[in-house]
């Protein structure tokens, strides 16, 4: 179906991420969180852990952007927001609905 690009350094909720993906039926590509994001060429989505990655860089990729932070963390959620990535949400809803917010994307 997909390209999607996981920018999420914590490697047990990286493996969740590319499980629940790939079984949606996803290519996923890892990706290094820093401060500039590359894509792989045909990259369609980046899903990115806002806590490891610049908003500003992910809102500014030539694609869709979901981001997910701590619950508890407003001014993440807010500089996410006004930075332009596409969907911001708490990682604990990441996790329940991932499949159904990168189909909302796609």
Excluded: K
Excluded at 20 to 35: N, Q
Excluded at 50 to 68: I, K, M, R, T, Y
Excluded at 76 to 104: C, F, H, I
Aim: glycine content about 6%; aromatic content about 0%; hydrophobic content about 50%.
């Amino acid at each position: 179906m997909a390209l999607i690009v996981a920018l999420v350094p914590d490697l047990m909720l990286a493996s969740r991420v590319g499980e629940s993906l790939r079984a949606a039926g996803h290519e996923v590509v890892a990706g290094s969180p820093s401060t500039t994001v590359e894509l792989p060429e045909g990259a369609d989505l980046v899903v990115c852990d806002l806590d490891a990655v610049d908003p500003v860089a992910v809102a500014a990729l030539p694609v869709p952007s979901l981001g997910f932070h701590s619950h508890v963390d407003v001014e993440t959620r807010r500089q996410a927001l006004e930075a332009g990535v596409d969907v911001v949400v708490p990682r604990s809803r990441m996790a329940r609905e991932l499949p159904d917010l990168v189909r909302r994307l796609l």
